[in-house]
Nanobody
Framework: QVQLVESGGGLVQPGGSLRLSCATSGSVFRSYVMGWYRQAPGKQRELVASIAGRTSNYADAVKGRFAISRDNAKNTVYLQMNSLKPEDTAVYYC?????????????WGQGTQVTVSS
């Protein structure tokens, strides 16, 4: 069973910063695309950022403000969120994804709440 353990959410004022962390096992970390998604109330879950090897991708809404990174020694992926806006308020989920020989492997963390409010 793949486990993704998230931490780092909370309440922050507009313009502030937070860093989310997602820890998993070494086998998952090396062979999966790691990503962060978010889901705001009444909205669909959406991709925020992903990283595969040294290649990262971002949603247009967070480009220039968020940064995804990975620490291979700790099997942990991070999401540094700067210049936060109220519209960034959502539950953020860590994701591990792999497609291999016709089979998708898709795992989710439990989610961590991020609230941006004054």
């Amino acid at each position: 069973q793949v486990q993704l353990v998230e931490s780092g959410g909370g309440l922050v004022q507009p313009g502030g910063s937070l860093r989310l962390s997602c820890a998993t096992s070494g086998s998952v970390f090396r062979s999966y695309v790691m990503g962060w998604y978010r889901q705001a109330p009444g909205k669909q879950r959406e991709l925020v950022a992903s990283i595969a090897g040294r290649t990262s991708n971002y949603a247009d809404a967070v480009k220039g403000r968020f940064a995804i990174s990975r620490d291979n020694a700790k099997n942990t992926v991070y999401l540094q969120m700067n210049s936060l806006k109220p519209e960034d308020t959502a539950v953020y989920y860590c994701n591990a994804y792999k497609y291999l020989s016709g089979t998708e492997y898709n795992y989710w963390g439990q989610g961590t709440q991020v609230t941006v409010s004054s």
